[in-house]
């Protein structure tokens, strides 16, 4: 489990991370999601050990990461753009993580170039950015540790290697318990890889929720009435969001569905359903509470 | 299990960046044994000499030369020098990415372990091709037949160079953490390289401009700077003056654990974010640049002011200096010429804060240079500027550490010591008076002929106090000798004060070798110029009677000297001077070799030249009865003179063309033309004239192109463009040159 409390990072004037509190469970995919600036990359780099935070702790099973070399051998970082030898080729970039992380499974990267049609002796940088994605990911995979850290990893890969990432990621996770991290800020990427997601914004962490959770919580609803309701008539529910266009009303609504139901119904709508939203519409409706304006925040 | 050991990752770093040793190895490929083989081959080729004995020789020569390029070499010592100014960048660039250091600092391993592959690596990239390079050089040197190679010496040669090498290497690290990107981290190293020795420099320098009663002992310095820095310390190796030594050795080692123990606790603190900034560390900033600018103002300043010979220039160089380096580095530190705008307060501080001082300085407030310590003066030490030297010279010419020692700055005050009270009294006297520079006014103009500097006197003095304290001033005034004669008298009068001054007669008789006699020329003598006037140009020829037995003449010689009093020689200065060569061992057994004097086989020498005056009858006599008649080595009657005319329009054609000082006009004189012509002139014929007379004609030529109203500062200064080189010619073929500024009569 990843741990940080009141985690604070600063570059010169500039607060890159702000009093960070946030819980990363093991064994879930774990989406850093925020706009360019967001903090992302640092908080990633702070996890990761290479940055050294001004203030706050971050533990990684309890234990400091940085300068810890026992403990940085739990997770694998990818950055947004990785870096690979001079003139090296894809058998040299596996030999030196393998002489670094002690796990390293070397037959299995073989067989991940095998079945990704990539030659071992190939030059890195004749790589398409794509490939070279896939490689970083590969080699990730490969060392064997419990967290891999990708800093806008999906950015770039195609729709097929996206979706056999995934499964590399759910084979990993099912046999090893290998928890990802994913930083990105695009939020249809994250979507249908993540299990949780934490929202940055100006080094502030937002929120950070269960999707499921978040789905499961939130609803949207229309109906029409006969009496010219608003969604101020509606005290007893827990709206995020509503529009009125002439008699119908559109809610975003955070609670049970039975319960939204019967308040709805109380009022004799002349129409009514529930409709089914989008990981956009709930973030929307989330931060909005929370007082921003979310396509402010996200792309 | 995975993990790689130190060394296969420090082999993985090499690998990775293996141009570079390769390029190093082809260098010194020809820097070590191609260069060897082919001044070896040029060495021993017979057909390059005419007798056995010139080969065998030339075998001996070749033996020097290898000995000596195993155990200094100076190529080896340049490329190691570069190497290590080249390779820290190259190894420790990942610093300076920010793609690079996200890799690195994010992998399972300790800093400190990354710092010792990549610092390893970098060692192996240029030691590895000059030991690949010292093997085939040694394989070169054995195929070629030169013996007398000790594995010792090899080893020691090779030794030194490693460890000034490592020492490099260390700082070189010190430099690349510091540094944020590889711009800065070249310009750092250049600072730190050079820093120390610089900033010395400077500040003798600023003394010595500033406080003209300042005695630097230059040697002394030097040896600061050489051992300020360590390029300055390997660059002090290519000349035999600071060898190695054992403390050296320590020393170095020492200056290695810390520069590695200070760069890696410089690492540990090192923020990732650093890379591509220009300091990685923001306190480093005005550590640096402040010093740096201290540099700066002194370095304008002073250059400012020897080109202009004016103190304001000096101040104008201060500000400059100042405001341009602060500026300079503000854009660096920001990589913004926006910079160049901030930190102004701090640097109009800094430049006052310079330039008070040097007002301080330079107006005594605080009396330094007129200091003289009036109480419990124990001893004195004097060391007379100009004729009062009596025109010797006093160098080592090759020096083995034994029991000769090295003259130094200091020797000449040494063998001035005098314990005398009177001769105490008398010279704290004379430094009152020299300090208060009576002769200022005097001095400051341009003077005639017949004041020339020789009846001045100025001195530097070291007092020991009763208690051990010493006391040293450089006294930069001036007063005419006869001012003062009375002082002069009281010191040497004393007797262990001239044993002191003619120190080459406590020699045993066969340790001295007369080398040499040479003449003063009396044209010179008579019209009161200065011997320093006249430059001979050809070498003297030398005696080489190398088993001569000059015990009688030693010992006349020294009587003469001695009894005659300072008055004396003032009235009638030297005729000549007499030669010696103070060896270790006896002559007999030793053979001159100027340039292969072996140092190891203790083999040094000192020379001395001591003043030969017209009344040592018995000295001359015994000179002519040993083989050296005055035509031997005296100016001869016979004269040709050449004089070559120089104008501004010839010396600015000479610089168009990109000649040297090539003369407008020649005019030779011809036979009794000195009664006729006595100026040159320019009218005269393409063939010229030659004159063929005594010591007196041409004395009347250059009387008459010296008239007394002419301006005389010196070689390097001249009022007018117009100047004229008159030459003279002995009958040996002796070239003797006289330069003299006067208003030509066209």
Known sequence: ?299 | MNSATLLSSAAGVFRRKLWLPALYFFAFLFVMPIRLAMTLQNYLDPARYSSSEALLRAAERAELYTREFFSAGDGVLVLLIFAAFFTMPVFFAYLHDQRQIDFYHSLPVRRERLFAEHFLAALAAVVLPYLINLLLSLAVAAALGTGGLSAGAVLAGCASHLLLLLSLYALGAVTAMLAGNRIVHALLSLVLFGFAPLLIYGYVSLRETLQPAWYSQLIEWDWIVIHSSPAARYISLLNDSYPLTWGDVVALLVFILLALFFALLLYRHRPSEAAGRALAFPISRPIIKYPLMLLAMTGFALVLYLISDDLVWYYVGAVLGGFLSAQIMEVIYRFDFRGAAKKLLPMAAMILLFCGGSLLLEHDVFGYNSYVPQQNVAAVEVYFRGSLEDYYSYQVIHQSGTTLGAEDADARLRRGRSEDPAAIAAMQRLATILAEDPEQAVAGEALPQENNNHTFVRAVMRFTLDNGKTVTREYSGSADVCTVIDELEALFADDDFLSRRYNMFEAEAGQLRLQDVISFEDISLEYGLQPSDVLSYEEQAELQRLNLDISELLATYQQELLAMSLAEKLEAPPIGRLVFYRFQKDPGTLELNWENTAVDQGLAYMCYEYPLYAGFEHTLALLEEIGYPPEYWQFQPQYAVRAEYYDEEADAANNAAETDGQPAAEVTFSEGAAETMPVPTLEADADGWTITGDAAEIAALAAATWPADACYSGFTEYDSGDRVTIIFRDEFGNLYYQERLFPLEH
């Open chain 1, 1 to 299: 489990m990843i741990e940080t409390q009141a985690l604070t990072k600063r570059f010169d004037d500039v607060v890159a991370v702000n009093a960070v509190d946030l819980t990363i469970r093991d064994a879930q995919i774990f989406g850093l999601l925020g706009t360019n600036g967001a903090g992302k990359s640092t908080l990633l780099r702070l996890m990761a050990g290479i940055l050294r935070q001004d203030q706050g702790t971050l533990l990684l099973d309890g234990k400091p990461v940085f300068e810890a070399p026992q403990v940085k051998r739990e997770f694998f970082y990818i950055s947004d753009d990785q870096y690979f030898f001079a003139n090296c080729n894809l058998e040299d970039m596996r030999n030196y993580y393998a002489g670094r992380y002690p796990d390293f499974d070397r037959a299995g990267f073989d067989s991940l170039l095998r079945a990704f049609s990539l030659a071992p002796r190939r030059r890195v940088h004749t790589l398409s950015k794509g490939m070279k994605k896939q490689l970083s990911l590969f080699l990730g995979l490969s060392a064997n540790t419990r967290y891999l850290f990708c800093d806008e990893t999906f950015d770039g890969l195609d729709p097929v290697a996206r979706q056999a990432v995934k499964s590399l990621f759910a084979d990993r996770m099912a046999n090893r318990g290998l928890t990802p991290i994913i930083a990105s800020h695009n939020l249809r990427e994250l979507e249908d890889v993540c299990d949780t997601i934490g929202l940055l914004h100006r080094g502030g962490l937002l929120l950070s929720r269960e999707l499921l959770e978040m789905r499961q919580n939130v609803h949207k609803v229309q109906a029409a009435f006969r009496a010219p309701l608003e969604a101020e008539d509606f005290p007893e529910l827990e709206i995020l969001s509503s529009r009125k266009s002439g008699r119908l009303l559109v809610m975003v609504v955070r609670g049970e569905l039975p319960q939204i139901s019967a308040a709805v119904q109380q009022r004799e709508p002349i129409f009514f359903e529930t409709l089914p939203l989008t990981l956009e519409e709930v973030f929307i409706s989330e931060t909005e509470v929370a007082g921003y304006e979310f396509r402010n925040l996200i792309v």
